[in-house]
């Protein structure tokens, strides 16, 4: 029994230390093998690999793919008009070799990241510096970003110590004013806003009145045309009207002087409740008393 205990524990024992010889290195990774802390290997292709069992050798992993930094610093930048903009970049980056990378930045992504991060807000405040907010947000953008890459690429190349990444594109995602003074930019836009629109609206109401007054001289024109035709007709209607009676009343003056006095009859009387006082001799009664209305 004893004897079976032995050499089942020496199997785990033997099968423990096979597997800490033994690592696996993904398609997305580096796999260093430090020895004594110092990097004895750095194997680049997928597959199985030995090693010496700890802690002779131990074996730690770095990403290869292609990473990306975002800014998270919303410190306000200086433009050339010394406005105070923030902006918003990223950084598409990765570990080019992976021994340099571990010998002066880290021995993980987050190193490298940090340090990545200084050197391209650095470099995006000193090109700010040189360039307007319009050139910022237009004309100049592209030279913008590529002067930041080109910078950033000298940095991390450097001759002496090189940080074994690589850049591959830097770029502006958002541009705007600093938030102590989008508050007055926005006030200037709105005041600026409401005074084109008093502007038109003055213009708006001249124009009215202009479109008015000419309307109001237009009807009276009208107006006073008509009115004018209007009374040329009635007078030449009462022309007429007078020339047909007189020459009615040409034919029998008798009868024309009775006919207007039943006229002045019919005006005078014609109330219920008029009261006339008159001297019945007087000329007024003459058709009543007059013997030339007895038939012929």
Do not use: C, H
């Amino acid at each position: 029994m004893n004897k079976l205990g032995f050499i089942l524990t020496s199997i785990f024992v033997a099968v423990a230390i096979a597997s800490s010889m033994l690592f696996v290195v993904d398609q997305r990774q580096f796999g260093v093998v430090f020895q004594l802390g110092q990097i004895k290997q750095v194997v680049t292709e997928p597959g199985l690999n030995f090693k010496l069992p700890p802690p002779f050798q131990n074996v730690s992993y770095i990403d290869k793919r292609l990473l990306t930094l975002e800014s998270t610093d919303t410190e306000p930048t200086l433009t050339a008009e010394k406005q105070r903009v923030v902006i918003d970049w990223y950084v598409r980056w990765r570990i080019s070799d992976p021994q340099a990378y571990i010998r002066n930045v880290g021995i993980n992504e987050r190193a490298g990241a940090l340090q990545l991060n200084r050197v391209v807000r650095n470099s995006f405040q000193a090109e700010v510096n040189k360039r307007t907010v319009n050139e910022l947000l237009s004309s100049r953008r592209e030279e913008l970003m590529a002067d930041v890459k080109r910078e950033v690429l000298a940095a991390v190349r450097g001759a002496n110590q090189p940080w074994g990444m690589d850049v591959v594109d830097v770029r502006i995602t958002r541009v705007d004013y600093a938030e102590s003074i989008t508050r007055s930019v926005y006030e200037r836009m709105e005041a600026e806003r409401k005074r084109v629109a008093n502007e038109l609206r003055s213009t708006g109401f001249a124009e009215g009145e202009k479109i008015r007054a000419d309307a109001d001289r237009q009807r009276e024109v009208i107006v006073s045309e008509a009115y004018r035709d209007a009374q040329r007709i009635k007078g030449e209607g009462d022309a007429q009207a007078a020339a047909t009676f007189a020459a009615a009343f040409g034919q029998d003056p008798a009868f024309a002087q009775f006919y207007r006095s039943l006229d002045a009859y019919k005006a005078s009387f014609s109330g219920k409740s008029d009261v006339m006082v008159m001297d019945p001799s007087s000329d007024f009664f003459k058709a009543l008393r007059s013997s030339n209305l007895a038939p012929r």
